[in-house]
């Protein structure tokens, strides 16, 4: 549901100043760029965590035309169904009882399967067929059959009354580092298998950006869906537009004087006399705590982040800048872009935009 803002005297819907804006119109376009690099594969879209924090159930509906969507639980998936989304949806988690792969059959559902266990769950199914994707651990180490095993994991399926449509994955672990021999290494181990019969999803959204060699039948478009370049080295920055642009409001304004400290701490102290703005976001708004040397924009020019982030509030300073309360201040967007902030705060933008998504307020546009 969208988050409107709060009317006088009405039922709050929200309690905090940020607020993030969505472009569903920049996620469709960033999905065509993506297919269209992907031309011989179907492009699943990765919708897991709510969207990344951009709402799961509008990102499905702007993505009307996508192949497919993938989230990481059934309980995900079931809300997309209940929600009038008819096309494929991969449980990329899988399930862990029963009841959980029951619902699969019922909801139409494909999960994953990268336990033995899990197969067992599938002859305690009753009703259909159901369509499956069989993980492979190629180089992850967290998911998947074993060279060992997949050929046994792919024979009791097969014998499976139930046993639908059956397809293989696996997950690249160093594919934003296209300097890395890793993830040569992993598409290899996965077509030594000698499993061609079988349609193949192995890119993600770093393997669809930097190793044409991944893209095969499925490629998965996660964190570029959204805007966010995730090549360590930014070179396809240029070719994705941000999705989600981070806002909040200058609370108030201070003249301080040299040596003036800021903030919990008091980490920072003015070197000069300085005008400092407050900022109403801290960290319980998904605004990083742990930034150093960050930014922000406000009427268009930068005005660098001082002193701790809060829960509530940032400080900035805008000294020599035409600011006054209630102008609004850009946290991340098309500047500074949610990267910037997320190396900055040795973190990365999906926590960013988890973080962010979840708390502040919601507003959905659609323009170019």
Known sequence: MDRKNNLPGSMPQHTRHSRVVINLRTIQLNYQYLKKIS?????IAVIKADAYGHGAIQVANALSTADAFAVATVMEAIELREAGIQQKIIVLGGVIKVDEMQACLEYRLDPVIHQFWQIDLLTMLKGKSIDVWVKFNSGMGRLGFSELDINRALQQITS?????????????????????????????????????????????????????????????????????DPLSDHSASQNLKPVMQFISTVLAINDLKKGQSIGYGGM?????????????????????????????????????????????????????QDVKHGDEVILWGDSPLANEIAELSETISYELFCHAGCHAQREYIHTD
């Open 268 to 320: 920072y102290s003015c070197p000069q006399d300085r005008t400092i703005a407050v900022v109403a976001v801290g960290y319980a708004d998904g605004y990083p705590r742990h930034l150093q040397n960050g930014f922000v924009l406000i009427n268009d020019q930068k005005a660098k982040v001082v002193g701790r982030v809060s829960m509530d509030m940032i400080t900035i300073d805008i000294t020599g």
């Open 160 to 228: 499976l009354k139930l046993a639908g449509k059956i397809r293989l994955m696996t997950h690249l672990a160093n594919a934003d580092d296209i300097s890395d021999e890793k993830t040569v290494l992993q598409i290899s181990r996965s077509k030594a298998l000698g499993l061609e019969q079988y349609e193949w999803g192995i890119a993600n959204s770093a393997g669809i950006l930097g190793w044409p060699r991944s893209r095969l039948n499925w490629v998965r478009a996660g964190i570029a869906l959204y805007g966010s």
């Open 39 to 43: 031309a011989n594969s179907n492009v």
